[in-house]
C-alpha cells in the first residue's frame, strides 16, 4: 500500500520555492470540520464514508459498525497486540479494504485495523499516520485542507512556506523516533505554568487535554485546584473518562506564550506524553510537521487557542489568493472550520456564499441549518433543514435533526415519521442506530427502540457507549413490560461498566416493581434516591410502591415530589402500566 500511494501522490508537483528551497504538494485532502473533528471524505468498496484525520492514530482505524456494513474479513493480529486510546485498551483486529478512493486518490489493498469505540455519527473511523506521515504534512484545517508535502534543499529553514514577512513562526523540536518504530507519535516540548510536558500533535482530538497524572504533577490536581467538572469524554477506548477545566497562569510552545488560559485535564494515561494538542489548537494554527527534520512550525490565525466554547470567538481568515475561497465547497470547508471555532456569524456568511455557488448542495443547507440551530434560530434551521431533505430525502442525519425539532414543537406525529424515514435510510450496523433509539424513547416510541437498540448492541461489544445502550434497552423492555428478565441483565451488565448510568439503576427498582416484590422494588428505589436525591423516576416508582404496600402517605408524598420535579412524568409512565393503583 505504501509503494502504491507514493506512485500516486507523485503524479503532483506544485511547489512552492524559496531560494533554494523547494515545497512540493504532492497531495490536497479537502477537510471539513463537523464540530471539532477534521473529517475526509472517502469511498471504501465504492460506498461514500466520512473518516477523520487522526495525526493521533499510529495507523488507519475502521470502525466495528463500518466494517459490518462492508462485510469485510476480520483476521488475527499476533497475540499481544492492542492499540491505547481515550479511555484505555482495545484489542483490534486487521480489515483489507480492496478499493480506497482518499479524495480521490485510488488506492487497492489498504490495511485497516478494525475494533474500538465508534467517533461520532456515521463516521467510518480515521485516517492515521500511516498515510499522514508518509511525507511532511501540513494541516490547514481553518482553510479546509490537508496537504502532503515534499522538501528538497530545506535544511534549517524554516517550512511554514505561507507566512507573511514579519509574521511570528512557531518551531518545536520533535522527539526522534527510536529505530525501526512505524508511524512514530508527533511529540515535543511545551510549558505549563513554566514547567516543561510532553505534548502530543493530535488531531484526531477534539479538544487538547492533560493527562491526570502530569496535571497533579504540576499542582493542578482537580481534586484540590480550581478546576471544575467538564462532563466526560471518550476514544478508542472501552471506557468514557472524567474531564475538568482548570485555570492556568499559562501555557507555551514553540515560542508561542498563551497567558492566561485554561486547560483540560483527561482522566486517562497517555502513554507516550503529557498532554494531547488537539484540534482546538490546529483550527487556531496553520501548522506543518515536518517529519524530514524532525520538526513542527506553525503560525497562529488568532482567536482563543483552547476556549473555543466562546461564541463568536474572532478567528482569521486566509488571506492569499492561493487559499481563498473560490467556490462552494471552498466556502463550505471555511464555514465549517468558523462553525467549529463558535464563530456563527462568520460561518452563516460563508454558507450563504456556499449555497449562492451552489443552490442544490443539501449538505451546505444541512450545515448552515446546524449554524442556525446553535445560536438558536430554530426557524431558520427548519426551513434548512426542509430545504436539504427536498434535495435529499434520505439524508438520515438531516432527518434526525428535523425530527428533534419536531419533537421540541410538540410534533410527535411528524418526528415519528422523520425518524421511520432515518431508520430506512441507514445501513443496519450504524452507529447512528443507538441515537435513533433515544430519539425513538423520546417521542414515547419503545416499540420502536428495542429494536434500534438490539441492532447496535450486536456490532458495539467494546464501546464507550455499552452501558448506555444496555441501560437504554433495559429501560424500554420495563416500558414494554416485556423480557424483564433479559432487561435485569442488561443492567447488571451495565452497572458493571463505568460510569453507571443513573437510569439503569432506577430500571433495576421499576422490574422488580414489575415482578410485584415490592420490599425489594422500595429498597432499590431508596439507593437510587440515596445516589440522586432529585431523581424524578425514582420519586415517583418509590411512590408506586408505596402505594400498593399499603403506604399511603408515604406514596403520595413521594408522587409530589415527582410532580414537581417532573409535571409531565405520571402521564407519560401510566401509558405504560406503571400508573397509581385505581
Known sequence: MRRALLALLLLLTAGAARGGCKVQTLAELPVTMVGQQPIIEVKLEGVPMRMIADSGAFYSIISPGSAAQLHLRLEPLPPGFSMQGLGGYVTPQLAVVKDVDLSGIPLHNMEFLAGGSELGFELAG??????????????????????????????????????RPGQGIGDVSLDEAPHGLFNPPIIGEAL??????RVMFDSGAGRSGLSLAAARRLGLDPKTSAAIPAGLSWGFGRRMVDSWITPVDSFEIGG???????????????????????AD??????????????????????????????????????DSSESAPTDAAGFARRAAAEAGRHDFTSAL????????????????????????????????????????????????????????????????????????????????????????????????????????????????????????????????????????????????????????VARAVDSVAFIELRAGDLDAAIAAFDKAIAAEPQSALALYGRGLAELKKGQTDKGQADLAAAKTLSPGLAASLTKHGLGPPA
Open 256 to 278: 508561542e506564550k498563551i497567558t492566561p488560559t485554561r486547560l483540560r485535564i483527561l482522566d486517562s494515561e497517555l502513554p507516550d506524553a503529557d498532554m494531547l494538542v488537539g
Open 349 to 500: 456568511t460563508d454558507y450563504d456564499k456556499a449555497a449562492t455557488f451552489d443552490p442544490k448542495s443539501a449538505e451546505v443547507l444541512y450545515r448552515r441549518g446546524e449554524t442556525h440551530l446553535a445560536i438558536g434560530e430554530s426557524a431558520k434551521a427548519r426551513a434548512d433543514f426542509d430545504a436539504a431533505l427536498v434535495l435529499a430525502p434520505d439524508d438520515a442525519e438531516a432527518l434526525m435533526s428535523r425530527a428533534q425539532l419536531r419533537r421540541a414543537t410538540h410534533d410527535a406525529a411528524g418526528a415519528l415519521a422523520d425518524l421511520d424515514a432515518a431508520d430506512k435510510a441507514l445501513p443496519a450496523p450504524a452507529n447512528a442506530r443507538l441515537a435513533l433509539a433515544q430519539e425513538y424513547l423520546s417521542i414515547d416510541a419503545p416499540d420502536r427502540a428495542i429494536s434500534q437498540y438490539d441492532l447496535w448492541v450486536k456490532v458495539h461489544p467494546d464501546d464507550a457507549h455499552l452501558g448506555q445502550a444496555l441501560s437504554g434497552r433495559c429501560w424500554t423492555r420495563v416500558l414494554l413490560g416485556a423480557d424483564l428478565d433479559k432487561a435485569k441483565a442488561d443492567c447488571q451488565r451495565a452497572l458493571r461498566l463505568p460510569p453507571v
Open 281 to 318: 489548537f490546529f483550527l487556531s494554527h496553520r501548522i506543518y510537521v515536518a517529519n524530514s527534520q524532525h520538526r513542527v512550525y506553525f503560525t497562529y490565525n488568532g482567536g482563543p487557542v483552547f476556549n473555543l466554547e466562546v461564541q463568536g470567538a474572532a478567528t482569521s481568515r486566509p
Open 126 to 163: 480515521v485516517i492515521g499516520r500511516n498515510v499522514l506521515s508518509y511525507a511532511d504534512v501540513e494541516f490547514d484545517l481553518a482553510g479546509g485542507m490537508i496537504r502532503l508535502l515534499r522538501r528538497e534543499g530545506c535544511n534549517g529553514l524554516a517550512l511554514s512556506y505561507w507566512a
Open 192 to 197: 505549563v505554568n513554566g514547567r516543561k510536558i
